[in-house]
């Protein structure tokens, strides 16, 4: 019951303020005899909310490109191109669950297998389920797991890296909790 309770409250606080100040904004306008044209500033809040809702939900590629920094300890290379990608929305510890699949060249097929290496990645069979490393494994097709790391830190998270037999796609998966 408790927790019916915080939701509204947070439904209210996070849609319900927005849609006031919009109300207020038009008003205001409307009061001031201004041009009906500027009465669609009045949706500039609850636009911005919808914006920020929707980052949230919807990641950009920026966000995979960090998780890849994280798990790998290096840039994304130049000649990455991520095709399918999911991650979970964050609970209230700011943990959460990406996984998505990249496309290399060779050359940073290579450099990434020895970057793995170097930062103690353990060549083994993932063994850690979860929703979106199943997603992203669904659209991958008839490619297998050629080499798979993993690499469980200290910190309560686990990081995956795939590599498929394409020569080519690559699967990282970050998992905290």
């Given amino acids: 019951m408790e927790l019916i309770i915080i939701f509204l409250i947070v439904i209210i606080l996070g849609i319900g303020i927005p849609i006031g100040i919009s109300y207020?904004?038009?008003?205001?306008?409307?009061?001031?005899?201004?041009?009906k044209k500027w009465r669609i500033i009045a949706l500039t809040p609850i636009l911005m909310v919808g914006y920020f809702i929707y980052g949230a939900i919807y990641p950009s590629s920026d966000f995979y490109k960090t998780d890849f920094k994280e798990v790998?300890?290096?840039?994304?290379?130049?000649?990455?191109?991520?095709?399918?990608?999911?991650?979970?929305?964050?609970?209230?510890?700011?943990?959460?669950?990406?996984?998505?699949?990249?496309e290399f060249d060779q050359a940073d097929l290579e450099k990434l297998e020895s970057e793995l290496k170097t930062n103690g990645f353990?060549?083994?069979?993932?063994?850690?389920?979860?929703?979106?490393?199943?997603?992203?494994?669904?659209?991958?097709?008839?490619?297998?797991?050629?080499?798979?790391?993993?690499?469980d830190s200290i910190a309560s998270k686990h990081y995956s890296v795939g590599f498929l037999d394409d020569n080519k796609s690559v699967i990282i998966t970050r998992v905290s909790w």
Wanted: hydrophobic share 25%; no cysteine.
């Fill in 122 to 151: 353990e060549e083994k069979e993932n063994k850690m389920h979860s929703n979106e490393l199943e997603q992203i494994e669904r659209k991958k097709g008839r490619k297998n797991y050629s080499k798979q790391y993993i690499f």
């Fill in 72 to 102: 790998t300890k290096m840039e994304f290379p130049e000649s990455g191109i991520i095709k399918y990608k999911t991650a979970s929305f964050p609970d209230h510890f700011g943990d959460y669950t990406s996984s998505f699949l990249v």
């Fill in 24 to 35: 207020l904004i038009y008003r205001w306008i409307k009061k001031r005899g201004f041009n």
